[in-house]
């Protein structure tokens, strides 16, 4: 009997050894960490955990807190919508390796983690931490994951990248999206052996990419979108990183070309590059690499366009030479591209010398060339332009040129033995530059002038070289100039290896011809200007009474549209991007009219259209007038916009000019397109392309009365991210920065499969920094106005940014954004949703009833919610970029459409095509491109970030 007494205490004192070692009292100094994070939280009840004095190890443990032993070793309090601050002395939770509260409303000043040396997993993303401590990362010695993004980090003053992390060895994976760090990246990223995710998008780094880079082991990298102007310098270091699969480059200065052994990057799936500076061709090895997505729109890229492996690939607005893929250039554009290259794309030839005839004779040769009347190159005319480069031997190619003036610049190597081939070249002119021997021999007629190339003057090779008498100035030394700035002497001109001994005699004949020559050269100058001058005066006068419209070239960097006018009664400014009309008011019946591509629209052709306007043909009124459905021969519809006579005032003059200042700029599929205007007497109209589904609003609030079907859940999300790609592009993809100013569901229009476009752009303000605000008198619609504009009448991107938001909380509710018999706490949308987006309930609750809002879907309307939250918060730099929008809604929404594999790479308009051409194949081309514009946005927008957020990628950290 003692035997088995004996027996069951020793079992009982095993049992209690075993639940001292896995349940002991949790160490003092943890659980005050603990307890002091309680307090600093406002919203503590949401940890549920009990009352100080219990035992957070257990048992029972705490939620969301798991322990080793008598140590804390785990937190885990993710999406908990937790309000507060951390506890400063959280760095004594020493045995803590890894800890999750991503995705809450968590602020103040992040306390130290100095000396969590057994740290593994720290997920801090998507909080509002305003600052960081200076040795918050010293010591975290075994670090895998850190993610710090999207917290408003040292707003003020940024803060530099943290070199103590040179000594997390073990780092794999670093996110520090949009958190304002400044300067440039710091060489120990390249070193860190183990680091395979590396991603800054949105911070305001800059410099150049690391040399140290090279043969990383870096397989995701995202340096896109540095505020400031970003990274700069050239990206050939990328080539030569082995293991790269996703680039996201875009929204930076970086410059240079494209490496051409790119094609190496075996692994590379993804390639974005878009809005940079790069120049050059597109290399072979790149176009035959079969990536996922690659996107090289707004970059200075030349030649041809060739055909890709890519499945989405897109280039819009570079300076191809042609508009197709495969198709070669000209003979002529071949070498000029040539002797760019060995120049190094110098940038103001690059964005002169664009598309495929360098000799035509509607606006002249490309800068620096003239040509002869078989339209060939005959004369290189490059003088001091800061040429920094060689010599090319394609320019041997140009049978046609009679002289070459490439003198004071920094032109390096030999001249290319081939250049004897070129027997109509006249003059030859290399002086002032670095040339070295050897010189070929040309033919004895030619012209050399060499002064001023020392290498080449004191070494002999091909030809002896010696420096002529009486040598022209100098360009690098001024004094040595006439202050006559007479032409050189001919004799001076003389060929540098065969110069003669100076014949005083000869020189004074030959300088009193030159004198004649110019004195007759001046006077019939003079005379031609003075006929010009009187010609021009009598056509001003026999001009009819006209406005010409002629679209540019969207690759234009000053993609305007020219407008002349001449009139006895009115007049129109041709100031470069701006117009603005006088004596508007007075009767005239003279006809205005409007060339848009081949096609000419008169109110006469207007008047017919639309059944002279007929009540029938109406699809809406609003403060500018009236908008009639109208239809053309050939079947194609259009809208006309007609302002009422009443209200043409300067304001709407002013709302009139803006629409055809900012339309006349931009061309998105998501902005709707201005076809055209007529002007008669008191009439102003606009033309647009026709939205067959009318107004968002409509469908949102007005969809019973209409009868029309309601709009799902699927097609509000891809309403709302059209929408948002169509801000983006105002905001940061166009060659200016436009803001809004009226975005609402009734500016909203809606195409064939629910397309949205936004629409009337009469209060647009160009931002010539979109980093600080303007001043400008209050306009927009109430319920949509950001509190600083309606406030103060400050504006940025980030005023649209707020109306966007409060478009979102109309697709999510289906309210309207202002209603004044709504209960006066629900009156203006925004304050109220504000009140009810953190609660699941009453989320629920406010959701559309139209909307089947399921466990399934409800993922997505939280997502959703949430952002719209972020688009209205009341600090204007608390709301996200629209860039974010775009990638937050594409993850969404490529869930509800169908995949399609097919590459279509349209994207915009052939000017040069009639309309009903242009707007058929647009419409083509939309509803081919929507099932993976998705995807292909999800890179092309300004800050990447994933619903699920960056830590839900290592959910295997999140072990319990």
């Known amino acids: 009997m003692e035997g088995v007494q004996i027996e069951e205490v020793f079992i009982l004192f095993c049992f209690c050894l075993i639940t001292t070692v896995s349940f002991g009292a949790t ?8 307890n002091d994070f309680r307090k600093g939280l406002e919203n503590p009840e949401l940890l549920k955990w009990p009352e100080e004095g219990d035992d957070p190890c257990g048992p029972p443990l705490w939620p969301f807190v798991y322990c080793s032993g008598d140590r804390v070793n785990q937190i885990q309090a993710k999406n908990l919508g937790l309000r507060g601050s951390l506890p400063q002395n959280f760095n004594q939770l020493s045995e803590l390796y890894n800890l999750g509260l991503q995705r809450n409303n968590l602020s103040g000043m992040l306390p130290s983690f100095s000396g969590l040396s057994k740290l593994e997993f720290a997920f801090l993303d998507y909080n509002k931490f305003d600052s960081i401590p200076s040795d918050f990362f010293s010591g975290l010695s075994s670090l895998r994951v850190l993610s710090l993004e999207e917290n408003p980090l040292n707003m003020s003053s940024g803060w530099l990248f943290p070199m103590d992390l040179e000594k997390s060895v073990q780092l794999t994976n670093l996110s520090l999206v949009q958190c304002n760090l400044v300067g440039p990246l710091p060489d120990f990223l390249g070193t860190l052996p183990s680091l395979t995710n590396l991603r800054l998008s949105g911070n305001k780094l800059s410099g150049a990419i690391p040399a140290t880079f090279a043969q990383s082991s870096i397989q995701v990298l995202w340096l896109n979108n540095q505020e400031g102007g970003g990274l700069s310098g050239p990206i050939d270091v990328i080539a030569s990183m082995p293991f790269l699969r996703q680039v996201w480059l875009h929204g930076n200065r970086l410059t240079g070309s494209i490496p051409q052994n790119i094609g190496n990057l075996t692994s590379l799936q993804e390639l974005n590059l878009n809005s940079n500076q790069l120049v050059g061709l597109i290399p072979e090895s790149l176009a035959l690499m079969d990536l996922d997505i690659l996107v090289l729109n707004n970059n200075m890229l030349m030649g041809p366009i060739p055909k890709f492996k890519a499945a989405n690939v897109s280039y819009d607005y570079n300076l191809f030479c042609q508009n197709e893929p495969g198709l070669e250039c000209g003979p002529q554009v ?15 030839l690059v964005s002169d010398w664009s598309g495929d005839e360098p000799c035509t004779r509607s606006t002249g040769s490309w800068f620096g060339l003239s040509c002869n009347s078989n339209s060939e190159i005959s004369i290189i005319n490059l003088p001091r332009h800061k040429l920094n480069g060689t010599l090319s031997p394609s320019l041997a190619k140009l049978d046609s040129l009679r002289q070459i003036r490439l003198s004071g610049n920094n032109i390096t190597g030999s001249v290319p033995t081939n250049f004897t081939k070129l027997t109509s070249l006249e003059l030859l002119d290399l002086s002032y530059n670095n040339l070295e021997p050897p010189f070929p021999n040309f033919h004895d007629d030619l012209k050399i002038i060499i002064t001023g190339n020392p290498l080449l003057l004191n070494k002999t090779g091909g030809s002896p070289s010696p420096m002529p008498i009486n040598s022209p100035p100098s360009p690098q030394n001024p004094s040595q100039s006439p202050s006559s700035h007479k032409p050189p002497i001919p004799d001076q001109s003389s060929r540098a290896n065969q110069s003669k001994p100076n014949d005083l005699k000869r020189f004074k004949t030959a300088a009193i011809v030159a004198g004649i020559v110019l004195f007759t050269l001046v006077a019939l100058l003079v005379v031609y200007l003075l006929l010009c001058c009187r010609k021009k005066k009598k056509a001003s006068l026999d001009a009819p009474s006209s406005i010409v419209v002629h679209p540019r070239n969207p690759s234009d960097p000053d993609n305007i549209v020219k407008i002349a006018v001449s009139t006895a009664t009115g007049s129109l400014s041709t100031k470069t991007g701006t117009s603005s009309l006088s004596n508007i008011s007075g009767e005239t019946q003279n006809s205005h009219m409007i060339e848009d591509g081949n096609l000419v629209i008169s109110i006469q052709v207007l008047r017919k259209v639309t059944n002279d306007f007929a009540s029938e043909n109406e699809l809406g009124r609003g403060g500018f007038g009236t908008v009639y459905r109208g239809e053309l021969e050939d079947g194609t519809k259009i809208a006309v916009k007609r302002m009422e006579h009443g209200v043409i005032t300067s304001k709407a003059i002013e709302e009139f000019q803006a629409e ?7 061309r998105h599929r ?10 008669e007497g008191n009439e102003r109209l606009l033309v647009y392309e026709y939205m067959s589904l009318g107004a968002l609003s409509q469908h949102l609030f007005h969809w019973k009365s209409l009868n029309l079907e309601p709009l799902s859940w699927s097609k509000r999300l891809a309403i709302a991210l059209d929408v948002a790609r169509g801000i983006e592009y105002l905001h940061s993809l166009a060659r200016q920065t436009f803001i809004h100013r009226d975005l609402k569901s009734s500016n909203i229009l809606l195409g064939d499969d629910f397309r949205a476009k ?17 001043v400008t008198k209050l306009a927009g619609t109430f319920g949509y106005l950001a509190p600083e504009y309606a406030v103060m009448g400050k504006i940025t991107t980030k005023v649209d940014v707020f109306s966007y938001g409060v478009v979102l909380m109309e697709l999510l509710t289906g309210l309207v954004a202002l209603d004044e018999s709504r209960p006066e706490e629900s009156r203006y949308l925004a304050e109220w949703f504000w009140r009810i987006k953190s609660s699941k309930e009453k989320l629920m609750a406010a959701i559309d009833p139209v909307v089947e809002a399921s466990e399934e879907t409800f993922e997505s309307i939280t997502i959703v919610a949430e952002l719209a939250g972020h688009c209205t918060a009341r600090e204007a730099h608390h709301r996200p970029d629209m860039g974010h929008a775009v990638n937050v809604l594409s993850a969404l929404v490529e869930k509800w459409q169908p995949v399609d594999d097919e590459l279509d790479c349209y994207s915009g308009i052939d000017y040069t095509r009639p309309l009903p051409q242009m707007l058929q194949i647009w419409k083509e081309a939309e509803s081919k491109e929507f099932s993976y514009a998705s995807s292909l946005d999800n890179s092309r927008s300004s800050i990447a970030a994933r619903p699920t957020g960056f830590a839900d990628s290592f959910t295997s950290a999140d072990a319990r």
């Open 670 to 679: 998501h902005l709707v397109s201005m076809l055209g205007y007529s002007i």
């Open 660 to 666: 055809i200042a900012v339309l006349s700029k931009v």
């Open 758 to 774: 936004v629409s009337d752009f009469g209060l647009v303000k160009h931002a010539p920094d979109s980093e600080k605000s303007v």
């Open 27 to 34: 160490n003092p100094n943890d659980v005050k960490v603990l």
């Open 334 to 348: 071949t070498i000029l591209l040539d002797f760019l290259d060995k120049m190094n794309y110098p940038s103001f």
